[in-house]
C-alpha cells in the first residue's frame, strides 16, 4: 500500500517539552475507510500526537505524512483535507446551535443558502432539530458534543480527528456519538479516535493501538489484541456489595492471581487461564456464604489486554507523560 492509500502514516514522530517526551517515537499506518482506536490513559500522548498530525503542534523528531502529505512542509494540503473535534467544545456558546453551523459554513466559503441548508441537514441528522433555536449555553452535554462534531463536518473530511469525544457523557448521550461515528465512516470519512475508554475502542474501532507512556505498545485489531494476552478472564457481581472484600481475599487466594474491583461496587474480575480452577473459587465463596448473582468466563476484554501490556488500567492518568 502507498503513501498516497493511507490517511495517515508516521515514523519515529516525538515531541519533548522540556524534559518530558510526550511522544516517544510513534509509528503509525491508518488505511482509509474505517475507525483506527489509539487507546491509553491521560498523559500517554494521545492529543499530542493529535495535534501534530493536525499541523497544530511542530514534531521534534520523526516525520508524519496524511494522505500522503507531510505535515509539516505541506501543512495547507493536510489542512484542507481533515478535521479535529477536541475534548473539550469549540462552539460558540452564546450563538444558537443553527447560527453556530451557518456562521462555520460561511467561513468556510458556502452562500448563505448553501450554509442554511447544509446546517439545517446536520441538525436533523444529530437529532438537534428541536434545540435549532436555543442558545448552546442551553444544551447538555450530549447535546454540545453532537453540535461539535457536527460543525467539524460543515464540510466533510476525509479524515476527522475525534479526540476523546464521549469523555464526561452519560450512556445514552455516548451511545449517540458512537452512531454519529458509524455514519462518518459509512459515508467514507475515516475516523482516528482517541480514547481512554476500551468499551469505546471495542465497539467502533477496527484497529487498535495502545499507547502508553509516549509510545505504541501493541497495535492490531481488537480480537488479535484480545488473543495475544493468552488467557480468560473471570467476571462477577455479587449480591452484598460489602462483602467484596472477603471475596477478594478468598478468590485470591483460590485463583492465585490479583482480583481487579470494578466500578461497581459488587463487581471484580481476574485473569483466569483454567476454567476448572475458576469453578472451585466459585464454590470457595458460596461456601463462605457470599452470594453471587452472576458471572462468566470467557475471552479477556481490552482492558485486561492493556492490563496485561502496562501493568496498570487505562483509566488510571499517567504523571510523568502529556
Known amino acids: 500500500m502507498t503513501s498516497r492509500e493511507l490517511a495517515i502514516e508516521t515514523a519515529g514522530l516525538t515531541k519533548r517539552f522540556g524534559t518530558t517526551r510526550a511522544v516517544d517515537g510513534v509509528d503509525l499506518t491508518v488505511s482509509q475507510g474505517l475507525v483506527y482506536g489509539v487507546l491509553g490513559p491521560n498523559g500517554a500522548g494521545k492529543t499530542t500526537t493529535i495535534r501534530m498530525l493536525t499541523t497544530l503542534l511542530r514534531p ?26 477536541g475534548q473539550y467544545a469549540s462552539v460558540d456558546e452564546d450563538l444558537t446551535g443553527q447560527e453556530n453551523l451557518i456562521l462555520l459554513g460561511r467561513l468556510l466559503g458556502s452562500s448563505g443558502s448553501q450554509a442554511r441548508a447544509r446546517a439545517a441537514e446536520l441538525l436533523e441528522a444529530f437529532g438537534l432539530a428541536e434545540a435549532a433555536g436555543r442558545r448552546v449555553k442551553t444544551y447538555s452535554g450530549g447535546m454540545r458534543r453532537r453540535l461539535d462534531i457536527a460543525a467539524s463536518i460543515v464540510v466533510t473530511p476525509d479524515l476527522i480527528f475525534l479526540d476523546e469525544p464521549t469523555t464526561g457523557l452519560d450512556p445514552r448521550s455516548r451511545s449517540q456519538v458512537w452512531e454519529i461515528v458509524r455514519a462518518l465512516v459509512a459515508g467514507g470519512t475515516t ?117 496485561a501490556l502496562t501493568g496498570h488500567r487505562a483509566e488510571e492518568p499517567l504523571e510523568d507523560a502529556a
Do not use: N
Open 191 to 307: 475516523v482516528l479516535l482517541t480514547t481512554q475508554y476500551l468499551e469505546e475502542a471495542d465497539q467502533l474501532a477496527d484497529r487498535v493501538a495502545v499507547i502508553d507512556h509516549g509510545r505504541v505498545i501493541a497495535e492490531g485489531t481488537p480480537s488479535e489484541l484480545k488473543a495475544s494476552v493468552g488467557t480468560g478472564a473471570l467476571h462477577l457481581r455479587l449480591l452484598d456489595p460489602e462483602q467484596r472484600p472477603q471475596a477478594e481475599q478468598i478468590l485470591e487466594r483460590a485463583l492465585g492471581v490479583a482480583l481487579y474491583r470494578e466500578p461497581d461496587p459488587a463487581a471484580l474480575s481476574a485473569r483466569v487461564s483454567d476454567a476448572e480452577r475458576a469453578a472451585h473459587a466459585l464454590a470457595a465463596l458460596a461456601q463462605a456464604g457470599i452470594a453471587v448473582t452472576d458471572f462468566s468466563l470467557g475471552r479477556p476484554s481490552l482492558d485486561e489486554v492493556f492490563l
Open 60 to 85: 521534534d523528531g520523526g516525520w508524519a505524512r496524511v494522505f500522503g502529505h507531510d505535515v509539516v512542509r505541506e501543512a495547507d494540503a493536510v489542512r484542507a483535507r481533515v478535521s479535529l473535534t
